[in-house]
């Protein structure tokens, strides 16, 4: 493995700033790694080389006299299929785009860009982001790189593929119900659902929606509050964006603040969690009492969550892709399909209920924060699981009825604007990681990547990738 791969995003932005590397040898070495290992995972479909080497000598000729200190200097980055960027092929995971090719990038795009990013390649990502599998009818499938028969979760599944085996030094993904969260679990690897309007995106169909949002991906919290520094920035553009902290991310870590007092959770009393799962988790989360913490089993009331999520996902389905339903039908996967008629059969009495149990459902969340310091619980509810299984359709002898229902543990936090990460925590018995789910108050992404750092710092798991692809049955179509 090249050395240049297995350096920290921090560690590789330093030796960009000090001139002992150069963006271009960056790139050569990324798109090496890819050739490398690409073809076992499936994680990259769209490079855009000569864009990114054109952009990095741009760079080099015209270096800001002061630059910020979340610059990037000219380091190569990988951005979600769902995410516009100019001139180079964009799917969103639908052969209805296959042959997109925008004429502007998305507002992240173009803050990242000026902080000094420079955009290699796509990355997979499910139809549109719907489910937490890593696959569609443009690319196939993408495959988990501790066992490429399994997923990787979903939707930002192929950055997490891409950090985890060392093809790139850090990534964009998006979150509505796990998104950021659930891959970064199944690939050991850092991802960080920030407040909604931490990171400007956009424009958007619906720009006041606070359910979705973009944020970073990384192989370690550093590297993750690098990426956060360089993606915050207000844009009148987004309604939602918020004011960069006087404070970057980065310096925060420079003196962490242990939560003192810490809630864990084994099921956020909403659903069945693998006992495994549920075993490697609390024992990570009382590793917390190593750093002086208090950790006690309390969470706050969430009853309501499926329906308020439920609602308003399909809503926001409706709202925005009833147009494809009517022209599309035949290229839609049947996921989607369920998700926007039923938005489009919703009630305004069910429209409205949701609306107002969310409201009760945030003032439990935030009178839990007046009393707790930190959330805790595992990511997801089941270890990562066969790459040609579409979903979870049961866990012990519970069962689901649709494709959303098994990512409770974080489309519930998605409902509280609550800053959430996903750290790793350890593997199973199948030698499959398992993720960490830290959440802390709104607007609190400071002290959560504290946190998160805290723990990290007690354990061994940021050492652990990247990894070469380890086989499994690399049968790449799509999940029947």
Not at 3 to 15: D, F, G, H, N, R
Not at 143 to 149: D, H, Q
Request: net charge negative; aromatic share 8%; charged share 20%.
């Amino acid at each position: 493995m090249n050395e240049l791969v297995q350096l920290t995003a921090c560690e590789a932005v330093e030796s960009l700033r000090k001139s002992e590397v150069c963006s271009s040898e960056l790139i050569d070495a990324a798109l090496t790694r890819m050739d490398d290992t690409d073809g076992a995972v499936n994680a990259i479909p769209t490079r855009c080389a000569e864009r990114a080497r054109v952009n990095a000598h741009r760079l080099q000729e015209s270096m800001p006299a002061n630059p910020p200190p979340w610059y990037l200097y000219g380091l190569p980055i990988v951005v979600k299929d769902l995410s516009d960027v100019e001139g180079v092929r964009t799917t969103y995971g639908s052969t209805i785009f296959a042959d997109h090719i925008p004429t502007t990038s998305d507002i992240m795009v173009q803050t990242l860009e000026r902080n000094g990013a420079i955009v290699l390649a796509k990355s997979a990502t499910p139809e549109f982001g719907a489910g937490a599998n890593t696959f569609n009818e443009v690319f196939g499938r993408t495959c988990n790189p501790w066992n490429t028969r399994m997923t990787p979760g979903g939707s930002s599944g192929g950055t997490a593929v891409a950090l985890a085996t060392g093809q790139i030094w850090l990534g964009t993904g998006s979150d509505l119900g796990g998104s950021l969260r659930i891959p970064a679990s199944y690939c050991s690897i850092v991802g960080l659902r920030p407040t909604p309007g931490i990171v400007s995106a956009g424009p958007r169909p619906l720009p006041f929606d606070n359910l979705s949002v973009h944020g970073p991906m990384a192989r370690n919290v550093k590297d993750l509050a690098l990426m956060l520094d360089a993606l915050s920035n207000p844009s009148r553009r987004d309604p939602l964006s918020r004011p960069k902290p006087s404070t970057s991310y980065t310096d925060a870590l420079h003196m962490p603040t242990i939560p003192k007092r810490i809630a864990y959770s084994p099921d956020l009393g909403i659903v069945p969690v693998d006992p495994e799962v549920a075993t490697i988790s609390e024992k990570a989360a009382h590793d917390f009492e190593a750093l002086g913490a208090t950790v006690e089993e309390a969470c706050p009331k969430l009853d309501d969550a499926e329906f308020i999520f439920q609602t308003l996902r399909a809503v926001q389905f409706a709202a925005t892709k009833s147009d494809l339903l009517q022209n599309h039908r035949h290229q839609l996967k049947p996921e989607i399909i369920w998700n926007i008629e039923k938005g489009l059969s919703l009630s305004g009495q069910e429209m409205a209920e949701a609306e107002s149990k969310r409201g009760k459902l945030f003032k439990n969340v935030t009178d839990f924060f007046d009393v707790y310091d930190l959330l805790i619980c595992p990511t997801v509810a089941v270890p990562p699981f066969d790459g040609a299984t579409r979903y979870v359709s049961a866990i012990g002898d519970h069962k689901f009825d649709n494709y959303v229902s098994w990512l409770a543990l974080s489309f519930a936090i998605t409902l509280t604007s609550c800053p959430a990460i996903s750290v790793p925590c350890g593997f199973n018995r199948d030698g499959l990681p398992i993720g960490l789910q830290l959440v802390a108050a709104p607007g609190s992404d400071a002290r959560l990547l504290e946190a998160a750092f805290a723990f990290e710092q007690f354990h061994d798991f940021k050492h652990m990738v990247p990894i070469n692809p380890r086989p499994g049955n690399t049968n790449r179509e799509p999940a029947p």
